[in-house]
């Protein structure tokens, strides 16, 4: 596997594998890769002929009170994995390389990251978007493959590629959980270990969601109450957001009549997890 620092040689790379015919397939990343980012990786095989990863942990995306610093990152087991699974090439800039002295352009989806995490965190998307443009630039992909527990990312990524005209499929991957439930996340490292009963809440409420709407319930102040009932019992947990929204705009929506996205982000100790799941579909 070819690791990749400059993006002037990325772009050579992908312009010679262009010239080739060969279909090119990017999974971006910020490394400390777990199953569920392997999952993406061997989909985005299937897909392409050549397959990049990019890890790259982007400042633009945290605030200044987020762990930015203490983001887990481990390249050398990163690149070993990668590797494994069949990967052609990892681009892994530097901060200076991606934001070099002077950097000034910033991409700005606005209408779907307004709620959720866009209300949360309010400069996230717009890290989100500008990193992703430029891995795009960088990467010249065919196809880009991202995961669905980032459900408004991958919304938001989507709207902007087809804003900004950009020649790209992009792929949602389903989430990969651990045998508990649990969605894979590089964050689950911070989890202490009797942090985890509280942090399997959030699957357990999404299942419960589930069955309610399995059984006929469609108001949306009845499914709330059930999973908020179900987070925050017995304590540990500060809910961020538990809302349904229509999955296509992220507007909130007050009953299930369709296709309805249950989307959480929950505070257990010091780490903020999401899930989702789609209702109704
Ligand atoms: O989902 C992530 O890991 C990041 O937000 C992404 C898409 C790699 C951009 O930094």
């Not at 897909?47 to 987020?66: D, M, R, S, W, Y």
């Not at 499929?169 to 985890?196: C, F, H, T, W």
Request: proline share 4%; hydrophobic share 40%; charged share 25%.
């Amino acid at each position: 596997m070819r690791i990749i620092e400059k993006v002037c040689e990325m772009q050579e790379v992908a312009d010679t594998w262009r010239s080739e015919r060969e279909k090119i397939a990017i999974v971006p990343t910020m490394g400390f890769l777990h199953e569920g980012h392997l999952s993406l990786l061997r989909t985005a095989r299937k897909l392409g002929t050549k397959c990049v990863i990019t890890i790259f942990v982007n400042p633009t995306q945290f605030a200044p009170t987020e762990d930015f610093e203490s983001y887990p990152r481990d390249l050398r087991k990163d690149i070993e994995l990668a590797a494994e699974i069949g990967t052609d090439a990892a681009f892994v800039p530097t901060i200076e390389e991606m934001y070099p002295e002077g950097f000034q352009t910033f991409v700005e989806v606005t209408r779907v990251t307004q709620n959720l995490c866009g209300a949360s965190r309010p400069i996230f998307f717009r890290g989100v978007a500008t990193v992703v443009s430029k891995l795009f630039h960088a990467v010249k992909p065919h196809v880009a493959v991202f995961g669905q527990k980032d459900f408004q990312q991958l919304v938001a990524v989507r709207r902007m590629v087809r804003d900004l005209n950009m020649d790209i499929e992009i792929v949602g991957q389903p989430i990969v959980r651990e045998k508990d439930g649990l969605a894979m996340s590089s964050r689950n490292a911070y989890l202490r270990a009797e942090e985890r009963p509280v942090a399997l809440r959030l699957s357990r409420s999404l299942q419960l969601a589930r069955e309610l709407v399995g059984s006929g319930e469609v108001s949306g102040a009845a499914i709330l109450k059930t999973v908020n009932d179900c987070l925050t019992a017995g304590g540990g947990a500060r809910v961020d957001y538990a809302k349904l929204c229509n999955p296509d705009t992220i507007e909130e929506v007050q009953t299930v009549e369709g296709p309805t996205l249950l989307a959480l982000a929950v505070w257990v100790g010091k780490t903020r997890l999401i899930d989702n799941c789609v209702l109704g579909g």
